[in-house]
């Protein structure tokens, strides 16, 4: 069951189509929808409400699809994280479009027509089946392929044609640790979210997630004596998702109201900044600091982990949602 008031932007130029995506969204349990008939308003959408799934048609006039997903893979967004779902669809099937927008790591590629039970299994799936999302930079730096999109043709009304789904893999290992049903976390996981553990902001759940998962890689090459450029990267993953958890936090910070639980998450970051800092500057060669660091990093991550800043609710409860 999915965690209640999940916010879903849909994105369609053909206010039928719209109209549908709007209705259908809207029905899944726990989503509340949003829509937009052109992408300036998606964009004014995105800046200003907490958005958790984008579904979007790709073949609109400027902005397009591809240029509103390039907009938020690349953190242009105040109030919408880089990294959440996003499910495009149309009417053709270009293959220059469909390999333009797995380099933006986009969840799913649809063909119209879609049904509404299909459309429907798709919105449940990928809010509860994430997939790793690169930094905002990297995502920043592939701007110029925007220039090589496919022009829409201006030929009057679009025809429907048959529906195609390309269906995107997950990494298991990514999967099994941030799926409600799955098993207890992998053993060689550093750091994990507990099963059915929530703060109560879905965006933030994922920013602590993303933490556990990237200090964890680090942890992993490091113990594991990779070669020095593999832990340099995953040293660069691991500050950049400290990075964000800090962004995404700020931002949610100024629009809710739950007062005494940012009181208590504030002097957590506070707690976390200088292990941040110790993180980007530490010798990776010298293995007890290294060693040092992490185990300062698994206490904080285990004082953060408890309550009252997370709650644990039973996988059939819903939950508690307040962003």
Known sequence: ???????????????????????????????????ALDGKTAADILQNENIDLLITDIEMKSPTGL???????????????????????????????????KSYDVNDFLA???????????????LLHEKPIKSPQYYAGLGSQLSKTVAVPDDGPRKISVAIVREQEHKTDAVAEETPTGDKPDKKDFLFWPQHAST??????????????????FHNVF?????????????????EAIDYLFHIAKNMKQKQRRYDFWLLFEQ???????????????NVKHHSQVLALLKKLSYWWMQTCSRPIIQLHDENDGGARHD
């Open 268 to 282: 957590r970051l506070e707690k976390l900044k200088p292990l941040a800092a110790e993180l980007a500057e530490v």
């Open 1 to 35: 069951m999915l965690l209640k008031h999940f916010n879903v932007l849909v994105v369609d130029d053909v206010i039928l189509m719209c109209d549908f995506l709007h209705g259908v969204a809207n029905k899944v349990p726990g989503c509340s929808a949003f829509k």
């Open 223 to 239: 113990v594991g004596n990779c070669k020095p450029v593999a832990i340099e990267s995953e040293r660069k993953r691991a500050g």
């Open 67 to 101: 240029e509103l997903v390039f907009q938020l893979r690349s953190g242009s967004f105040d109030a919408t994280s880089h990294d959440i779902p996003v499910i495009i669809f149309s009417g053709n099937t270009y293959l220059e479009l469909i390999q333009q927008c």
């Open 200 to 217: 109560g902001y879905f965006q933030l759940d994922r920013r602590l997630r993303n933490f556990a998962f990237n200090v964890s890689c």
């Open 112 to 126: 119209k027509p879609i049904s509404f039970d299909l459309l429907t299994r798709k919105i449940q799936h990928h």
